[in-house]
C-alpha cells in the first residue's frame, strides 16, 4: 500500500533533478578536467586522513563500535587495519579525513567541505565490490569512485550556491548527508525510486546545528560531523535498498515540509545554476599549505608574507594595532575574541591563525594544541591588538560568480608610525592559481605518508599509483583500499 501511494504521488521537483543526474549524466565525456582534480582531490583527502591518524582526538573515535571486533572480507580504512561494516567505515573514513580542517573546501550562500563525501562512496563502493565478487560479477574500479565524487561535489555545491543553511542555524553536514545518500544508493544499484526514496529520508532526517563550530560551543564535533552525516547517508540507503518507502513531498509538504519547517515556506533558489554537471569539481578550493578555516587562507599567507618585516620590526613589542579586512562570511565564522578552549576553537579563530603567522611564519596542525597556544603568551596578546572589519567589496566579489574570490587585506601598524600592507584576492587553491598549486599538493600528499605505518614496500607502491594516473582508472576498488589499509598482521591504530 505504501508503494502504491508513491507512485501515485508527484516527487519534488528538486528530488528528481537530482537522481535524474546521478543516474543518467555522463561525467567522464563531458569534462576531462573535472576528472583530473577528483583524482587531485581523492589523494589530497586520504592524506588529511593520514595526518589526522597522527591525532589521538581522532583515534579514539575510530574502529569498531563494538571494540575488538572485525568483519572478515569488511570494508578497509585507510591507513588502518580496520574491516568494519560499510556505516561504521564511512564514520572512520570521515572522522580522519576531516579532523584537521586540512581538506578541500566550497564556498558560496553555504560553506563546506565536499570531499567529505569520499567516506561513503568508498565504503559502498567496497562493500558492493566484495558482495559483487561474490556473486562472479566485476568489483568497482577507480574511475567510478571519481565520477561518484564529481556528482556528490556538484549536488552538495550547486544546493549550497544560493541557498544558505547556515543562517537557519543548521550545519553545512546537511548537504554531505544528502548528496552521499544519492550517489551511494546509486552505487549500490538502487533504482530510481530507491534512489528517490533515499534522497527523501536524507531531507526529513535531524539535521546537526552549527552551535559546535561557533562560540561559545565551538568544539570538537565539527571535526567528526562528517563522518556521521556520511554513515548516515549509508545507513539510508541501504534501509532504501531493503525496500523501504520514500516520502514524495518531503520538501513542499504544507505544515510538515522541510521548506515550512526550516525555511519559513521558501524553497531552494537556483539562480546560479538550475543544472548539475561538473561545475564544482572543476571550480573545487584546495587547502594546499595551511590546515584552516578556508576564509582565513589568504589572511594567513598575507601574514606569512609579513612575517620577515614584523620581526625586523621588533616583533609583538612594536606593534600598535592590525587591522583585517575580510568578506561578511569570514567576520561571521571566524572573527572571534576572547579564550579559545580547544583546537577547533583555535582553528575557527581568524586573529589567532593571523598571529601564529606573524610570529613563527607558517601554520601547522601543532600550533593549534595546547602546547603552543596556551604556553606561549605572545599569542594571545597579538590577537587583542587584531580588529577585523568587513571590506563590503570582498563580499560582494566572493559572492559573484565570475570571481568567487576570497580576499584578506591585513594592515600592521607599527609604534613608530610606520605602516605595512599586504592583500591577497585568491587563495592558492583557487582554480585561478591551480597550476600553482598542483606541485604543492602533491608534495602533501606525498608528504602525509610519513606519518604512516606503512611499510616502505606499500610507500612505494602508493607513490607510484599516484604518480602514474593512466595506471589508477581501470585498478578496481579492492585493490586501491588493499593498497592503502594495513594488513591485518600490521601494527593497529591506537
Keep these: 500500500m505504501c508503494s502504491l501511494n508513491n507512485i501515485e504521488q508527484k516527487w519534488d521537483k528538486v528530488l528528481e533533478d537530482i537522481v535524474d543526474y546521478v543516474i543518467g549524466f555522463d561525467v567522464e565525456s563531458n569534462s576531462k578536467e573535472a576528472m583530473e582534480t577528483a583524482f587531485l582531490a581523492l589523494f589530497d583527502t586520504i592524506g588529511c586522513g593520514f595526518l589526522g591518524l597522527k591525532f589521538v582526538g581522532c583515534t579514539k573515535l575510530m574502529g569498531p563500535t563494538i571494540p575488538n571486533t572485525r568483519i572478515p572480507g569488511g570494508c578497509r580504512v585507510p591507513g588502518t587495519d580496520y574491516q568494519l561494516n560499510p556505516i561504521e567505515a564511512a564514520f572512520n573514513i570521515g572522522c580522519m579525513n576531516r579532523w584537521l580542517d586540512f581538506n578541500d573546501c566550497w564556498l558560496a550562500n553555504e560553506w563546506g567541505h565536499p570531499s567529505d563525501n569520499i567516506a561513503s562512496i568508498l565504503s559502498v563502493a567496497e562493500y558492493i565490490s566484495n558482495d559483487n565478487i561474490s556473486k562472479s560479477k566485476k568489483p568497482l574500479i577507480m574511475k567510478d569512485i571519481l565520477c561518484a565524487m564529481i556528482k556528490c561535489y556538484e549536488i552538495q555545491g550547486i544546493l549550497a550556491l544560493d541557498n544558505s543553511f547556515n543562517k537557519i542555524g543548521l550545519d553545512h553536514v546537511i548537504l554531505v548527508k544528502i548528496a552521499s545518500t ?5 552505487l549500490l544499484g538502487g533504482s530510481r525510486i530507491q534512489i528517490l526514496n533515499a534522497l527523501s529520508n536524507a531531507f526529513i532526517d535531524g539535521h546537526p546545528l552549527r552551535t559546535y ?52 515556506d521558501q524553497p531552494f533558489q537556483f539562480n546560479q545554476r538550475s543544472n548539475y554537471s561538473t561545475y564544482v569539481m572543476e571550480n573545487i578550493l584546495f587547502k594546499v599549505l595551511y590546515p584552516a578555516e578556508f576564509h582565513a587562507q589568504t589572511a ?21 594595532s592590525i587591522t ?68 563590503v567589496q570582498f563580499s560582494l566579489d566572493y559572492l559573484n560568480p565570475d570571481k568567487r574570490s576570497i580576499a584578506n587585506s591585513i594592515t600592521i601598524l607599527f609604534k613608530d608610525g ?77
Excluded at 594567513?300 to 600598535?320: P, Y
Excluded at 601543532?366 to 597579538?382: G, M, N, P
Excluded at 585561478?432 to 612505494?460: C, G, Q, V, Y
Design 418 to 494: 610606520e605602516t605595512h600592507n599586504n592583500q591577497i584576492e585568491y587563495p592558492i587553491g583557487h582554480r585561478k592559481r591551480r597550476s600553482e598549486a598542483i606541485p604543492l599538493l602533491k608534495e602533501k600528499f606525498l608528504n602525509s605518508l610519513n606519518s604512516t605505518l606503512f611499510t616502505s614496500s606499500s610507500t612505494d607502491q602508493i607513490k607510484n599509483l599516484f604518480e602514474n594516473p593512466s595506471k589508477f582508472n581501470n585498478l578496481s576498488v579492492l585493490d586501491f583500499m588493499s593498497i592503502f589499509s594495513l594488513s591485518i598482521a600490521s601494527t593497529p591504530i591506537s
Design 182 to 186: 544519492a550517489v551511494a544508493c546509486h
Design 213 to 264: 563550530r561557533h562560540f561559545p560551543n565551538t568544539g570538537s564535533r565539527k571535526c567528526w560531523a562528517a563522518g556521521d552525516a556520511a554513515s548516515r547517508a549509508v545507513q539510508l540507503s541501504l534501509i532504501s535498498m531493503s525496500g523501504e518507502m520514500g516520502y514524495p513531498t518531503c520538501l513542499t509538504a504544507p505544515k510538515w515540509g522541510f521548506y515550512h519547517v526550516y525555511m519559513s
Design 324 to 391: 583585517i579586512e575580510t568578506t561578511e562570511p569570514s567576520i561571521r565564522i571566524i572573527d572571534k575574541r576572547g579564550i579559545l578552549r580547544n583546537p577547533s576553537d583555535r582553528d575557527h579563530c581568524l586573529q589567532f591563525m593571523v598571529s601564529i603567522a606573524l610570529l613563527f611564519g607558517e601554520l601547522k596542525s601543532s600550533h593549534y594544541e595546547d602546547q603552543v597556544a596556551i604556553k606561549d603568551t605572545r599569542i594571545d596578546l597579538l590577537r587583542e591588538k587584531i580588529t577585523c572589519i568587513e571590506n
Design 300 to 320: 594567513i599567507e598575507c601574514a606569512i608574507q609579513l612575517h620577515s618585516i614584523f620581526q625586523e620590526k621588533g616583533g609583538l613589542n612594536s606593534v600598535e
